[in-house]
């Protein structure tokens, strides 16, 4: 299958400052990507839809101004976690549509641990 | 409110015993069903999905699950589990003609001993 691949897999991180975690689809377009969010013993949570070229839609009690999402091209979105804080801690995990098949492919998660 | 409950968190399982892990949904319409399974130290891979037609569907490793639209449930089978199985499995629902995002289940935990 198709593989999507993010970037950093673990990061740490001090209170206040801001994260990068980057999603790419290496061998597929990408038009759509999701973002979710599990926690320990958790479910994944979707967090929000990113279509390329337009802004993301967030779901319900996320802040947007807090996790900054860009979809910038068709192969590579990203999600920015600004001014974090230790109840941010969690594990990142995007996802890309495939084109052709409306099949979702994920990556294998990034870790976050604010200290 | 839409919901998806795996009923089992944690299984611990012999070598070629059977699996059924229980998914259930609550939703107002169609739907698309889907498992998932998350390898240790590995991403979600698809194990296998319902959208339409034959409601037992067989997927790769030798599962398959069973819709049953009149009880809500999409459980997971396999007939003989390896060591190899061992795994987080999750449910996904989403709702036809409403985008591609899928709303998870909490997943089950599977440990299958030699």
Redesign the interface.
């Known amino acids: 299958g198709a593989v999507v691949s993010q970037h950093p897999s673990w990061v740490i991180c001090k209170s206040g400052t801001s994260v990068k975690i980057e999603c790419r689809s290496l061998d597929f377009q990408a038009t759509t990507m999701f973002w979710y969010r599990q926690f320990p013993k958790q479910s994944l949570m979707l967090m929000a839809t990113s279509n390329e070229g337009s802004k993301a839609t967030y779901e319900q009690g996320v802040e947007k101004d807090k996790f900054l999402i860009n979809h910038a091209s068709l192969t590579l979105s990203t999600l920015t976690v600004t001014s974090a804080h230790p109840e941010d801690s969690s594990f990142y995990i995007c996802s890309g549509l495939g084109q052709n098949t409306g099949e979702l492919f994920f990556g294998e998660g990034s870790r976050l641990t604010v200290l | 409110a839409q919901s ?1 409950s795996q009923h089992n ?1 944690h299984v611990i399982l012999s070598e070629a015993a059977s699996l059924e892990l229980g998914c259930n949904y609550s939703y107002g319409g169609t739907v698309n069903l889907f498992w ?1 399974v998350q390898y240790p130290g ?5 194990l296998l ?1 319902y959208f339409s037609g034959d409601p037992l569907v067989k997927g790769i490793k030798g599962f398959e699950a069973e819709f049953i639209k009149s009880k809500f449930s999409f459980n997971l089978r396999k007939p003989s589990v390896q060591w190899s199985d061992t795994a987080e499995y ?1 449910c996904a629902v989403n709702a036809r003609n409403s ?9 089950t935990s599977l440990l299958v001993t030699p």
């Open positions: 998806v968190h998932y590995q991403h979600l891979q698809l999905k999750f985008g591609y995002a899928l709303n998870f289940g909490k997943g």
